[in-house]
């Protein structure tokens, strides 16, 4: 196993070295000019430039890289013009909203798709399989902000059961001690069921949007494992020796099919990353979606390029943690690295 994780973050140096040099270069590129913008429309050329050569943007292209490279090597992300912080402080600070909302989306996207996807494989042909098809061909059609949009308007302005769609807790309701950075974790541990409700009341909707997006390609995958899996030897033979169906479907066919569905797994979270900064926007989600998106209107470059390689580092790992489950599942991915 040891020799499988050496193998993988190995390969994933390569890829964060391109991540740096791409998104340096894709930062530069942007439209608009960082000095011209911060020193306000009634700025001289004179002021412009001062703020220009402040910032570095009078260096060449390869003297603004090795200076970045440089910076990054100390684990410094730069610090944000627009609120005048170090990148990676708000980086910490926001992540925590991010992670909460993303991977409330994706563990309620698995509650609902792989019972669903398996109920869909067994009765093929049924109206829960009819259902299944509905229900994915609508969560990969549908836009992510439309959905989320569409789920306040019901929710919050017609039935009124969700609180207004303005961040993490609402007005008068206090954060809890910071232990794991997730609210509703934070409130359970400190005892305070007053913020807990308050903070779980403002996750529903912006994880339900994620998890309508997210539950798509895992209910479409766990049916098709599901399929072959089912239409194999050996799970006739298990039915055959009389074998209960529980036993057949959950012990031997779905563990056997949960490959291909794991595998899908890591894609659907890199969608939901990209997907995640559309729903922050929505409902005002204080997370390092809306940060980075807000870095990008102003041209603020530092912001970006540490939203970018902080994006790129949680693919890595969670990609790492896909490995290490196919070597736990499958003891020949451990041969073979």
Known sequence: MLKLIASRLATAI???????IV?????RVLPGDTAAYFAGPAATPQAIAEIRAKLGLDKSLPEQFMDYVGALAKGDLGTSLSTGQPVAHEIATR???????????????????IPFGIAAAVKQGSWVD????????????????????????????????APAPLGRLDAFATAPNDVTGFFVLDSLIAGDFETFRAALAQLVIPALTLAIFAL????????????????????????AAGLTPYKVIIVYAFRNALLPVITTLGMV??????????VEKVFAWP?????????????????????????????????LVIDIAYGIIDPRARSEA
């Open 130 to 161: 009819h259902a299944c098809r509905v229900i994915t061909t609508a969560g990969v059609s549908l836009p992510v902000f439309f959905t989320g949009l569409l789920l306040v308007y019901v929710f919050y302005f017609k039935l009124g059961w």
């Open 287 to 319: 997370g390092i979606g809306s940060y980075a998106v807000e870095a990008l209107i102003t041209s603020d470059y530092a912001p970006v390029q540490g939203f970018v390689l902080a994006m790129a580092i949680l693919y890595v790992a969670l990609n």
């Open 95 to 113: 992540l925590p909203a991010s992670a909460e909302l993303t991977l409330s989306g994706l563990i309620l996207a698995l509650a609902i798709a």
């Open 269 to 278: 979270f890199s969608f939901l990353l990209g997907a995640n900064v559309l």
């Open 14 to 20: 390569p890829s964060l070295i391109g991540v740096v």
């Open 216 to 239: 798509a390609p895992i209910a479409r995958m766990t049916r098709a494992s599901m399929l072959s899996v089912l239409s194999s030897e050996f799970v006739r033979t298990a039915r």
């Open 23 to 27: 998104t340096f270069l894709l930062t």
